[in-house]
C-alpha cells in the first residue's frame, strides 16, 4: 500500500470516528476532540495523490509562468463560453 492509500485510509477512519461521536455537550459547553472540516480537506488532498498515483502520476505537476497561459501570444481561447 502507497503512502497516499495508507493516508486517505487514516482520514476516512478519523471523519468516520468523528461522526460517530467524538464531539460532547454538557449544558452550553462542548468538546470536539477533532475538526471534522479539516478531516475531511485532509481525506480529499489524499484521495487526489492516491487517484494520481493510480494513474501513474508522479504527484507534480509543470508550471506555465510565460502569462500566456500555454497559448502563444494573439492566440484566442476559442474553447470558452462568457
Same mark, same amino acid.
Given at each position: 500500500m502507497s503512502t497516499a492509500t495508507d493516508m486517505r485510509d487514516k482520514y476516512? $477512519? =478519523?471523519?468516520? $470516528?468523528?461522526l460517530?461521536?467524538?464531539?460532547?455537550r454538557w449544558g452550553d459547553r462542548q468538546l470536539? @476532540? $477533532?475538526?471534522?472540516?479539516?478531516?475531511? !480537506?485532509? /481525506? @480529499?488532498?489524499?484521495?487526489r495523490k492516491a487517484a494520481? !498515483? =493510480? /494513474?501513474? *502520476? /508522479? *504527484?507534480?505537476?509543470l508550471a506555465d509562468f510565460s502569462g500566456s497561459g500555454? @497559448? !502563444? $501570444?494573439? !492566440?484566442r481561447d476559442w474553447g470558452r463560453c462568457r
Open positions: 476516512l $477512519a =478519523a471523519e468516520v $470516528a468523528i460517530s461521536g467524538q464531539s460532547y470536539t @476532540r $477533532a475538526d471534522l472540516a479539516q478531516v475531511q !480537506e485532509g /481525506r @480529499r488532498e489524499w484521495e494520481s !498515483e =493510480a /494513474r501513474g *502520476g /508522479r *504527484g507534480y505537476s500555454g @497559448r !502563444e $501570444a494573439g !492566440e
